[in-house]
Each structure stands twice: as C-alpha cells, then as structure tokens.
C-alpha cells in the first residue's frame, strides 16, 4: 500500500497493476495517558469501548490517534507496573498511533515561540496561525501500509523525571495554593503574571547557560535545558550587525508583544493557571493529600494540552482538567476549534467516533476493500 495508491504483482511474472486510492482527510485525536491508563491497566469497560472505536476509525483511515514524548515519560513513571508490561504499554499505544507521532514536546513549543517571533520581525499579524505541519511533520492523509518499523527512543533518568514530577506538585501544592488563597489580582492580571514569568524562564534558561559558557563549562552547550535554546535562537534570527544589547532589547519587547502572548502555549497555559488559581481561591483542594493524588499529572497535563491542542480536532482529558477546560475565558473548543472529551461527556465522545465510521462514503470503502482485502 502506498500514499495514493495499491501495487499489486504477480510473485512469478513481471506483471503489475496500480489501483488508485480516493484522497484522504483524517481527523486527529490526542488520548491523555489516564485514557491508555484506564483501558490497559484498569480495563475499564468504558475506556474499552471507546478504545474499540477508535482502533476501528484509524483502520478505516478516518482517524489518527498520534502518540507523544509525553506519553513514553508518563508511560516510564509507572510504578507497579513491571518492565514488561510497561513495554505492552507502550505497544499498545503506538498500535493505536498507527506509528504516528507527534513530535517533541519542546520542539512545538520551540517552534511557536519562533513563528509569533518571525511575524513579529516582520510586523506581521499578532494572530497565530495554526499549520498543523509544527506538530505532526509527515503528511497524515495518506494510506498506510501493512507494516511499520519501531524505533526506541532515549528514555532518560526515569528516577529523576519521577523525583522532579513529585517536588512539582509538591511545590504547587505547599508553595503556590496558600499564596493563590491570599490572592486579590483578577483573572486578566494573573493570566498577565503567568505570561511575564514564562518570559523571565526563557530569559533566565539563556543566561544561566551564558553563565556556564563563559566559565568555560562547555557541557552546558550538551545537557543545559531545551529551553535556554530559544532565546538563542531568536537572537541568531536577528542582524548579525546588531548590538547584542539591542538584540536583548528587541527579545524583550517580544515577549511584551501580542505575539507572544497569542503564541498557542502561552495563550492556553497562563489561562489554566488562572482558572486554577481562582478554583484554589474559592475553596478547592483544600486538603493537600487529595489535592496530590488529583492534581498529580496536572503539569504534564498543562504542557501536552497548551502545546498540542490547536492542532488536533479532539483530546481525551480527565475531569479536573476538563473543569478547567470548560472555563469561557480558556474555552479551546471556541479559539482552536478542538473537541474536549472526559468523562463528563463521555456519550459524545463515542457518538463523534462512531459518526467518523458510519460517514465513510462508498468511494473510500472501495479504497478500504482494495487496500486491506
């Protein structure tokens, strides 16, 4: 099977025919790792069912269910959960990928950061347009072939990404709530707050990494944080003629800009935060000990929906975070046009999956009989 077509031959002569296949437009959705967690591990019949769905929309090339580098670390961060079966894990969610995968985390964020940078070079406009070639590179609208070939990728210190995850929530849940109880700012100026504060990280990532260069620790140039790179590269963007105090200058003026503040992560994530904060303010998570255990994936929650979100048609995402999501002031559905999925309203998660299948036209089952007879 290739992209348009089917190449069929015969093993003992030289004959050959080509069957050409109907044009493809597949709908793209990302599974939060709770959905894989509770359909493998749980085997919840209600996950099942829509696992089954899903499974049968990509065989039927209407659906594409990538999988992330945020999915291979949550999926390494189990415990109680052997060696072996965090293998069928991840198995399982490549099957139900089809191999497709979205690329990097960082590489996104990155990217979008670079692209509102550009069209603020140029005095282009402050919206950002969503290409949906920054998340996933290869062209998803083609037809599959029987076979694809796995490659493993580098899975880090899996203590330490588990230790960090811990001192993050910790963080949140010591540091952060009791601050944000306290806290009088509206939603607008938190959201301002949360959006200054990423800028001072990037800032902060790229001097920390000057610092260590210019003490001759050139291992920073190997193991300093993929985010100290993008101040890095925004600056090589600029005139090699430029001051670097005027290059420093226009950085900083960006992140002031609505260019930045457009930019899809940094749109969505200061407005999670603030709906959190707010939930935190009027009560929520009052006891720290449940405020772990239902909040415990939120980080990477934040960092897979703010960077892949307006770039898929729906996500799965669990209840806390739905809660959020459901929030006018995020409302991801309005901006980007992606469908949110939980438990909430779990019904309308099966019934879109199932309208994908039943919409299949005549043309595309033919394609569908000649490729996978």
């Known amino acids: 099977v290739r992209p348009d077509h089917v190449l069929r031959g015969c093993k003992r002569c030289?004959?050959?025919?080509?069957?050409?296949?109907?044009?493809?437009?597949?709908?793209?959705?990302?599974?939060?790792?709770?959905?894989?967690?509770?359909?493998?591990?749980e085997r919840d019949a209600r996950f099942l069912e829509a696992a089954e769905l899903i499974k049968r929309a990509t065989a039927n090339q209407v659906?594409?269910?990538?999988?992330?580098?945020?999915?291979?670390?949550?999926?390494?961060?189990?415990?109680?959960?052997?060696?072996?079966n965090k293998d069928d894990l991840m198995q399982f969610i490549k099957a139900t990928s089809r191999g497709h995968e979205f690329e990097p985390n960082y590489s996104v964020e990155h990217d979008q950061i670079l692209?509102?940078?550009?069209?603020?070079?140029?005095?282009?406009?402050?919206?950002?347009?969503?290409?949906?070639?920054?998340?996933?590179?290869?062209?998803?609208?083609?037809?599959?072939d029987y076979f694809r070939i796995d490659v493993g990728g580098y899975r880090g210190n899996i203590e330490l990404i588990r230790d960090l995850k811990t001192q993050g929530i910790d963080g949140l849940v010591n540091d952060v709530f009791p601050a944000w109880r306290n806290s009088t700012s509206s939603f607008s100026e938190h959201v301002l707050v949360e959006r200054r504060d990423s800028a001072k990280f990037y800032l902060?990532?790229?001097?920390?990494?000057?610092?260590?260069?210019a003490a001759g620790d050139y291992a920073a140039m190997f193991d300093s944080p993929i985010a100290s790179m993008i101040v890095q590269d925004m600056l090589q963007a600029l005139p090699k003629d430029m001051e670097f105090t005027d290059k420093l200058t226009r950085v900083k003026e960006?992140?002031?800009?609505?260019?930045?503040?457009?930019?899809?992560?940094?749109?969505?994530?200061?407005?999670?935060f603030s709906v959190l904060r707010e939930q935190v303010r009027n009560g929520a998570y009052q006891n720290p000990e449940d405020a772990r255990k239902r909040l415990f994936g939120f980080m990477n929650d934040v960092k897979h929906i703010s960077v892949y979100s307006p770039f898929v048609d729906a996500m799965v995402v669990d209840q806390p975070m739905a809660a959020i999501l459901?929030?006018?002031?995020?409302?991801?559905?309005?901006?980007?046009?992606?469908?949110?999925?939980?438990?909430?309203?779990?019904?309308?998660?099966?019934?879109?999956?199932?309208?994908?299948?039943?919409?299949?036209?005549?043309?595309?089952?033919?394609?569908?009989?000649?490729?996978?007879?």
Do not use: C, M
């Not at 939060?32 to 967690?37: A, K």
């Not at 990538?66 to 060696?83: A, K, L, N, V, Y």
């Not at 800009?257 to 940094?266: G, K």
């Not at 879109?352 to 595309?364: A, G, K, N, V, Y």
């Open 63 to 84: 659906l594409l269910a990538p999988f992330s580098s945020i999915h291979e670390d949550e999926t390494h961060q189990w415990r109680g959960f052997d060696g072996h």
């Open 254 to 272: 960006f992140f002031a800009s609505d260019h930045f503040a457009n930019a899809p992560n940094e749109w969505i994530s200061p407005r999670i």
């Open 326 to 373: 459901s929030d006018g002031r995020v409302n991801i559905a309005q901006r980007y046009g992606t469908r949110i999925y939980s438990l909430n309203n779990w019904p309308d998660l099966l019934a879109w999956l199932q309208s994908l299948i039943d919409s299949i036209s005549p043309e595309h089952q033919r394609g569908l009989d000649n490729a996978y007879p």
């Open 204 to 213: 902060q990532f790229y001097f920390d990494y000057l610092k260590r260069i």
């Open 115 to 144: 692209e509102a940078f550009d069209s603020f070079l140029e005095n282009g406009s402050s919206e950002f347009t969503i290409d949906r070639r920054l998340a996933l590179r290869s062209d998803v609208n083609h037809w599959e």
């Open 14 to 41: 030289d004959y050959s025919e080509r069957l050409y296949l109907p044009p493809l437009s597949k709908k793209i959705i990302y599974l939060d790792q709770f959905f894989f967690s509770a359909a493998f591990r």
